[in-house]
């Protein structure tokens, strides 16, 4: 116990080596600590040394918690407790905390935080709550946020900030300055400003160190520059992401359909749109779709059945291949031994080259100019890999049955499979991506397929050809 009375002093300065451990996970010790001041209805020590962690801390800390656990922790902290922690969980915990609030505590929180998370937590909200707590919101707010939930999903309007500094071109940079100063309702950080006409039709932007290093005299017009990266409301987030990779930008106009300005994404917005991306494809190659670590048994079940329903189709379809070929696996039993060796080396090499290419048109870095030169260097790959273990395979299958046209004839299935797997590893996310399909999440059963049956059926049907097995 006097370890965890030490605690709280060493946490009180919100290091982060107090919280977290050499894994990186939070430490069980802060944990017990915070589950026995939650029992214990502390107040007082968790409002400092846990209402007063970063929002991203925060947030690791709730997911650790146990369910019962965090809706008394947000209980207990009260107006105290960092409603953008929110950003930083699982849907299903976000879900949860969010569930066992009043609508009008949310409502009261949400106007606190930028325009971005308000927008993060209320869409996933159902219909009819999400109405109930925008009706409570001050006019102008309501707006904004109602403009955002109105574009599509993982487009920039829906992860763009509304709150923004605007200026007219007339205006003087002493006269911008002094705005900046004296408006309390500005964003707490920007790192331009941009220009607009009376219509609020974007017309340029100017860097803040552009605006410190000009006379106060000098009119806004004579700095701007234009803005050539304005992105639209409704572009993929993605594509966002992508040209602030290209230009290396820090910030971002968004503009709807009429080029008016309606908010600004910032380098914050597209480092969580990044990761989200990167995880989603991931997940997607394994044919998991958008599950999270929280999600209970049933949902998680639920998500994984559909691709699993079609991979036992195609592993039906693998298995009619070797049931053509069950004589020749009678008379020669060593064929069942090798001829899993040949399908899985196939499987292999053509995940790693799909792995590659669906990764290569997700950043567009394959593109119509590139891909015969990209389809022939991994078609030399799978040819060159393939010669290396046909050798390989084909001396320890010699070896082991003391058969050399045994040896032979996996050498020669084997490159024949890791050709196939080369092509298909490439061509068929390519061909998914041409017909509009997502390459992450089909590209992987169809690949096993493919080098499941040219595998079985090479290897069966050399070993019939050669052994002339009726």
């Known amino acids: ?5 030490t605690l709280p002093e060493a946490a009180s300065d919100n290091d982060e080596s107090d919280i977290y451990g050499d894994d990186g996970a939070v430490k069980t010790s802060y944990l017990a600590r915070v589950g026995a001041a939650i029992a214990d209805r502390d107040v007082l020590f968790l409002r400092s040394h846990v209402g007063k962690l970063h929002q991203s801390e925060l947030g690791h800390v709730l997911e650790a918690l146990h369910s019962e ?25 976000r879900m949860e905390i969010v569930d066992a609030l009043p609508n009008e505590q949310i409502a009261e929180a949400v106007q606190e935080l930028d325009s971005d998370d308000a927008v993060y937590i209320l869409e996933d909200l159902d219909q009819e709550d999400r109405d109930e707590i925008l009706a409570q919101l001050p006019f102008t707010e309501r707006v904004r946020l109602r403009r955002s939930l109105g574009y599509p999903e993982e487009t920039a309007g829906r992860r763009m900030q509304t709150e923004f500094v605007a200026v007219p071109p007339f205006w003087t940079v002493g006269q911008t300055i002094d705005y900046m100063r004296d408006n309390d309702d500005l964003p707490e950080s920007f790192s331009q400003v941009f220009v607009i006409d009376p219509m609020f039709r974007l017309l340029g932007a100017i860097d803040l160190d552009r605006i410190l290093r000009t006379r106060r005299d000098v ?20 594509e966002a992401a992508q040209i602030f990779e290209q230009y290396d930008l820090l910030s971002a106009a968004v503009v709807d359909e009429n080029e008016r300005l309606v908010g600004v994404l910032t380098i914050e917005n597209i480092v969580d749109v990044i990761q989200e991306e990167a995880e989603e494809d991931i997940l997607r190659l394994g044919g998991v779709g958008d599950e999270e670590l929280s999600d209970s048994v049933v949902s998680t079940s639920r998500s994984r059945v559909p691709w699993l329903v079609v991979n036992l189709f195609t592993a ?5 291949v070797i049931g053509l070929f069950d004589a020749t696996i009678q008379q020669m039993v060593a064929l069942a031994v090798l001829m899993p060796i040949v399908a899985s080396m196939g499987g292999n090499a053509g995940t790693q080259t799909m792995t590659v290419t669906v990764r290569a048109l997700a950043t567009r870095d394959m593109d119509i100019y590139n891909a ?43 490159i024949i499979n890791m050709l196939a797997a080369a092509l298909g590893g490439i061509l068929i996310p390519l061909l998914l991506h041409r017909f509009g399909a997502d390459p992450a999440i089909a590209s992987a059963v169809f690949v096993t397929t493919v080098t499941d049956v040219v595998g079985f059926s090479s290897f069966l049907g050399l070993a019939t050809w050669w052994f002339g097995f009726k």
């Open 69 to 93: 656990q965090r809706a008394a922790l947000v209980e207990l902290l009260g107006d105290e407790f960092d409603f953008a922690s929110l950003t930083e969980v699982d849907e299903a915990v």
């Open 1 to 5: 116990m006097d370890d965890l009375e």
């Open 219 to 238: 009119k806004v017009e004579e700095i701007m520059h234009e803005t050539r990266h304005a992105i639209p409301a409704t572009m993929d987030q993605e």
């Open 316 to 320: 039906i379809l693998s298995a009619s």
């Open 372 to 414: 015969g030169r990209i389809i022939r260097r991994e078609a030399s790959v799978g040819l060159i890999n393939g010669v290396v273990f046909a050798i390989l395979i084909g001396l320890v299958a010699g070896l082991w049955f003391g058969h050399a046209n045994l040896g032979g004839i996996i050498a020669a299935a084997m």
